[in-house]
């Protein structure tokens, strides 16, 4: 009989964190790397990962940016944005599988597919923050990265119960374009809609903030929520509006991800939530073109690092860059550093 | 008219919450077979369960804030009453002290394992509230000094054959070590950011551990560690379980006993300030950063001493012990306790580690539990079950009102 | 009699803003000193610069607590070794631990005259039992003095108002300081509460041999207390001397009442 099963190693632990887990949370960039012996292997290696860095950046840049706009508008570290994502992705998945079953057109079931997985996830959005978040207003930070990490982990558990703990296989979605053929070898189609869906999105953002009512409404609310209120902007909407939109992006990263990967699971957006995490605060937090900008040099790094130098500790590499960054620049690229008020 | 209202809001709850869980409660497809499974039972239970849920949040809700009006509420509540009364407070010790002593003679070998799991958490409890509790620095990555204590008993003993006795402080030391490697770049950033931080050196130990094949043998861990010798004595099975229940019995005494003295000591009071006001503790005199360095030292030895003891205890460890979501149930038993507070860092351990044990059922639906508690904890009792109080002081000549 | 405080041609740039512009000011062992000036004219900003919460940009801060001539430059040092060179603070937004007793509050500040460390924390051997009653008991007996010893126990916030500034002088005594920087100590206080806060500083000085250098806007308490008055507007010294002199020194005047009065400038 053995007696040595206890909590700190029990089955429901080591199902996390197998190594077969390893390097599918997030992205698996296939090099195509070849007898790299000439002048033009290496640069067309070089160009792989320079655009698989661009990819993932991108990636990065849609879950960043949930982050910095919950911490530009109510400074607080959503811990359960990767979630978010996750649960974009899942809902992707079954809606496309039972239309799929339903025998609709491929077409349709990506374009219905897409659209439940924003509406989902920004439902899941608005509502965490109503029961995780909104009471909290007035209560310490600490108090809320707690209830975030608690949130966290409710709705990881919530999947896993309610779906299952294996990783789901993830209908391609994006086929490879004929005319792109020529490219490909460089960047593959799925990637070249990655980027060009980010950069739409972002474009899309940038317009929402700069000129729309709702965008000065939330840029007046991050300024000065007290101030802001005064004024008549309804702050709690707000806040709502920027879950609303954070998830929206997250979930689009989650499609477009899981469809590239090829497949999902409940602990996704976990890792996936802290390297956006990483970009968010290295471009500065608080600060979307920083964002992005920090999404596409962690992207670049990591890609390179792990082109270049080693696979097995890009995660390590990954956060520490952030203690780095932390350490050195906690402002970010872009952040403007605020000094206390005393 | 307000039945009527809060039925409605229910109601509208309750559709809402239907609508949410939809895709994830209630289809589930199989991709193998290509076949979906419509569970249509889950979108009842969450129907009425969110129903009659929401019609509880909103009166918890409302009573907290009707709380939060009253100028000065009673803060003492009847646990910490019965705490400070010395006519309860005794004999429960003396009553809790002998149950503790027989209990590995009462109960079975895998009872008391169990129970030696849980103490070991407790420890790490109260490690980890030194911390958070009393200096306020949120320490994710708790459970990286845990994997410092493991395996340096485990490498120690593999390589120039360390035994426990020896391993334990100085497990211990190791850990407080990089407690200090840690905290010094930290000690500038803010709350969150401190957070985070520390949820990646937890993350960057444990890569490195299984990474670093040549010096931790990766994934497949370390098996055979010796279990905690007796004089030289070869014990049987159950003779050292048994004494290793003494042991970490003793830590735990040990520990209760370091944080009561240290909490209403100098260095208590300014990790305290430090906690409520940065500046102001500066402006105090008090030395910011070997405060905070103090705090992690500590909290890192407890956690190394403990890994040490887990690792005698489980004789085999590996990177998948040492997890971020080791150190968020250990924060979670913080939390429930109530920060800051001795009694309830016990008791929130001892419930969070003992109750999943024992309700068997309950077992997968563990970390969801957790996640649970994190929140509503933080939404309506962010003190705990047992609230920390502050010491007070009597002076003869007091002119008290 | 050597000044005991000099600040020599402090400059403080906030970015491309000057907070402070080329400030000079000394204090005398035993003085009350006011430094009054519009909102946001860098008062509070010269207090953080000489407590070393912000580096100045540029020139001295020196203290010489026994007066005999032997200056020590204070600049660079951090905060917290400021205060344990005797320079204590009130801050303006009252920043007391609000999760601690009033007692307590007071015990913190004992803590820059108190040495026990870790070890004697845990095994509180006789010196360290000594020193902790000595803490409790000089905790105490400011708090008598402040007036404040019927709160002992209450926790800091649920004080009223004017006895939560008093709590910030209590504190700031308790690290036995050669002077003593008070940031608007009256503000938010009812006539009755100034008039008592005018009588505890005016105590302080002559019982305890503790200079007193205040930023404060009530003018009624300015003139009644302090020896001399700086003047500063827009971080520079526009005026300096004692109540009657800045009574009737017509750039102070137009700094506080405008224009109008430009003709007679």
């Known amino acids: ?342 | 008219m307000t039945v009527k209202n809060e039925l409605i809001k229910s109601i509208l709850a309750s559709i809402w919450f239907m609508f949410l869980t939809f895709p994830i409660m209630v289809i589930k497809v199989n991709t193998v077979t290509d076949t979906v499974e419509w569970r249509w039972y889950n979108m009842a239970v969450v129907g009425i369960g969110s129903f009659f849920i929401s019609m509880l949040w909103r009166y918890l809700i409302r009573k907290k804030e009707e709380g939060s009006k009253k100028e000065k509420k009673d803060t003492v509540g009847p646990v910490q009453r019965i705490l400070q009364d010395k006519k309860y407070f005794l004999p429960g010790i003396g009553a809790a002290l002998l149950f503790t002593i027989f209990f590995p003679h009462i109960f079975s070998m895998y009872q008391t394992n169990i129970m030696i799991s849980a103490l070991i958490y407790v420890m790490l409890g109260l490690g980890l509230n030194i911390v958070i509790g009393l200096a306020g620095l949120l320490d994710l990555g708790y459970v990286a000094f845990f994997a410092v204590g493991a395996y340096s008993y485990a490498l120690l003993n593999l390589h120039y054959g360390v035994t426990f006795w020896i391993a334990l402080p100085l497990g211990g030391l190791i850990a407080a070590f990089f407690g200090i490697i840690l905290g010094y770049p930290v000690l500038r950033l803010r709350g969150d950011y401190l957070a985070i931080v520390t949820l990646g050196f937890g993350e960057i130990i444990r890569l490195v551990l299984e990474n670093w094949n040549e010096f931790s043998f990766g994934p497949s861990g370390i098996a055979n560690i010796p279990k905690p010798g007796f004089f030289g004595f070869e014990l049987s099975l159950q003779a050292t379980t048994t004494f290793t229940f003494y042991i970490i019995v003793l830590l735990v005494l040990f520990t209760i006993f370091v944080i009561n003295r240290l909490q209403n000591s100098r260095i208590g009071r300014a990790w305290s300030a430090l906690k409520d006001d940065e500046v102001a503790c500066q402006a105090m005199g008090i030395d910011k950063a070997k405060t905070k360095l103090r705090a992690f030292a500590l909290g890192a030895t407890w956690a190394g001493m403990g890994g040490v003891v887990f690792a005698a205890k489980t004789t085999f460890i590996n990177p998948a012990s040492f997890t971020i979501w080791e150190s968020v149930i250990i924060l979670c038993t913080v939390v429930l306790g109530g920060m800051g507070s001795i009694a309830g860092v016990m008791c929130g351990a001892l419930l969070l580690i003992l109750l999943p044990e024992y309700l068997r059922d309950f077992g997968e639906f563990r970390m969801i539990t957790f996640g649970t508690v994190l929140v509503l904890m933080m939404v309506f009792r962010p003190g705990g079950i047992i609230e920390n109080v502050r010491n007070t002081y009597k002076f003869e000549k007091s002119s008290q009102s | 009699m050597k000044p005991i405080l000099e600040v020599k041609n402090m400059t403080m740039d906030f970015g491309g803003l000057r907070a402070i512009d080329n400030l000079d000011l000394f204090i005398d062992k035993g003085e009350i000193v006011a430094l009054i000036g519009p909102n946001g004219a860098g008062k509070t900003t010269f207090f953080n610069c000489i407590t070393g919460i912000y580096t100045p940009t540029s020139g001295d801060v020196f203290i010489d607590p026994d007066g005999d001539g032997k200056k020590e430059r204070i600049n660079n040092l951090k905060p917290n070794l400021v205060t344990r060179r005797g320079l204590a603070r009130t801050f303006q937004n009252i920043r007391l631990f609000s999760s601690m007793t009033v007692l307590e509050n007071v015990m913190i500040g004992c803590h820059a005259v108190t040495k026990a460390g870790i070890l004697g924390a845990i095994f509180r051997g006789p010196s360290t039992k000594a020193e902790e009653n000595l803490i409790v008991e000089k905790s105490y007996n400011i708090l008598e003095k402040i007036g404040l010893a019927k709160y002992v126990n209450e926790l800091a916030v649920n004080l009223p108002y004017g006895a939560q500034r008093r709590l910030e002088i209590a504190r700031a005594m308790a690290t036995e300081p050669f002077l003593l920087l008070l940031d608007e100590p009256a503000a938010g206080m009812n006539p009755q509460e100034t008039l008592e806060l005018d009588a505890l500083i005016m105590k302080l000085r002559d019982n305890e041999g503790i200079s007193i250098l205040l930023i404060e806007h009530d003018m009624k308490l300015v003139m009644s207390l302090s020896e001399r008055i700086y003047v500063v507007d827009y971080g520079k010294k526009i005026g300096e001397g004692t109540p009657e002199d800045i009574r009737s020194n017509p750039v102070v005047i137009k700094a506080y009442l405008g224009e109008e009065i430009e003709e007679d400038a």
């Open chain 1, 1 to 342: 009989m053995d007696f040595h099963i206890t909590y700190m190693a029990d089955d429901s632990h080591n199902r996390r964190d197998e190594s077969r887990f390893k390097n599918i949370y997030l992205l698996r960039l296939s090099y195509k790397t070849g007898s790299r012996t000439g002048l033009n292997m290496d640069l067309e290696y070089f160009s792989q990962l320079f655009f698989g860095g661009l990819t993932r950046g991108s990636i990065y840049a849609l879950i960043a940016l949930g982050y910095t706009m919950v911490y530009g508008i109510i400074e607080l570290i959503n811990f359960a944005h990767g979630e978010i994502y996750m649960i974009g992705a899942f809902t992707a998945l079954i809606v496309s599988s039972v239309l799929t079953l339903f025998g609709m057109p491929v077409l349709a079931v990506v374009v219905l597919a897409g659209m439940a997985a924003v509406v989902y996830s920004c439902s899941y959005g608005y509502t965490m923050e109503k029961i995780a978040y909104k009471p909290l207003r007035n209560a310490p930070r600490l108090s809320a990265l707690i209830s975030a990490i608690g949130m966290s982990l409710f709705l990881q558990n919530y999947v896993l119960l309610a779906q299952t703990s294996d990783f789901l296989p993830f209908p391609s979605l994006i086929p490879d374009f004929e005319f792109w053929e020529p490219y490909a070898h460089i960047l593959t189609s799925p990637e070249l809609v990655i980027l060009i869906t980010t950069v739409v999105v972002m474009i899309l953002l940038t317009f929402l903030i700069k000129f729309t009512k709702i965008g000065k409404a939330m840029r007046a609310t991050s300024q000065d929520k007290m101030m802001a209120s005064l004024l008549g902007i309804n702050v709690d909407r707000v806040i709502s509006v920027t879950f609303v939109v954070g998830s929206a992006t997250a979930a689009i990263g989650g499609i477009l991800i899981a469809s590239h990967i090829g497949q999902i699971n409940f602990y996704m957006g976990f890792i996936a939530g802290i390297k956006a995490f990483v970009a968010a605060v290295l471009g500065g937090i608080g600060s979307i073109p920083g964002a992005v900008l920090g999404s596409l040099v962690l992207g670049w790094t990591e890609s390179f690092f792990t082109g270049y130098i080693s696979s097995d500790y890009e995660d390590v590499f990954a956060f520490l860059f952030l203690v780095l960054i932390l350490i050195f620049r906690p402002s970010g690229i872009l952040g403007r550093s605020q000094a206390q008020k005393v």
